[in-house]
């Protein structure tokens, strides 16, 4: 029954990712963990894995249509690589050492990471919303011909970079605000800068965690049956749905699962 369903939930996962935008894994690892009781080392590891293939395929896409800056990517994936393998490392530490519950830490970092993201990306909807002539104060442009703009870039990647090797939470949306907010990427442009970064990050990042021994297949081919299509499904429909209140619906389900990780414990 859970080999019917897991792919069956996947794909309404990939519909709300691909209709809004928010990341997979803030839905997916709460829902191995909650649904299918998937202790959340394993749950975290599988849906790096699982998402990794989503992204490296949009990135491709991307890669085609030339709608991607790749000078970019590479400044952001020189600090989110080094990063997130030493987010691994510090989970390897934790089962190495043995004196810390991995799985108790990382209920919380996940709940912890899911708040963050889904309190910050609220907030930019609400006042899009109800205010959509307040202005916030600009962040300066980070300018990649300098060794000042690259050396911020590579350290904001290296910050976040960590934070996706621990939890497999933000690897899009997160870094997505950065490239809003440091890089005044166009909509076309950010999208595929995105994507494209989260497969590199994604992809070391996975490597990081198949040498946990964390990784179960059996959960990983499943969300992929059913992840991928729903992502091309969602694509689809959100040429016609609205937007900011199913976005609402979502963050607001989001804030009660990361409260819920963070007090499971």
């Known amino acids: 029954m859970e080999y019917l369903l897991l792919p ?5 996962v990939g519909i709300i990712v691909g209709l809004t935008g928010i990341g997979g894994a803030s839905l997916i690892t709460p829902m191995l963990i909650f649904v299918f009781q998937v202790p959340p080392s394993i749950a975290v590891s599988s849906d790096v894995v699982a998402a990794t293939l989503m992204k490296i395929v949009g990135s491709v896409k991307h890669w085609e249509q030339k709608t991607l800056d790749t000078e970019v990517v590479k400044w952001l994936a020189f600090g989110s690589v080094p990063g997130s393998l030493f987010g691994v490392g510090i989970l390897h530490f934790i089962k190495r050492t043995g004196e810390y519950n991995l799985d108790n830490i990382l209920l919380r970092l996940l709940g912890v990471m899911i708040l963050l993201v889904t309190v910050l990306a609220l907030v930019q909807l609400l006042l899009l919303t109800f205010f959509p002539k307040f202005n916030l ?14 050396f911020v870039t590579i350290t904001l990647g290296a910050i976040l970079g960590c ?16 490239l809003i907010g440091f890089f005044r990427l166009d909509a076309r442009k950010l999208v595929g800068t995105d994507i494209s970064h989260a497969a590199i990050l994604l992809l070391f990042t996975a490597l990081g965690h198949l040498s946990l021994g964390t990784v179960d297949w059996s959960l990983v081919i499943p969300i992929w049956l059913g992840s991928v299509p729903g992502v091309l499904v969602g694509a689809k429909i959100c040429q016609v749905a609205p937007q900011r209140p199913l976005r609402f619906i979502i963050y607001t389900i989001l804030m009660m699962v990361s409260w819920k990780l963070v007090h499971q414990v």
């Open 8 to 12: 069956f939930l996947s794909f309404f």
């Open 137 to 150: 104060p600009e962040l300066p442009k980070l300018d990649l011909e300098t060794n000042f703009g690259r």
């Open 163 to 178: 934070l996706v090797g621990l939890t497999s939470v933000s690897s899009g949306s997160m870094f997505a605000l950065v």
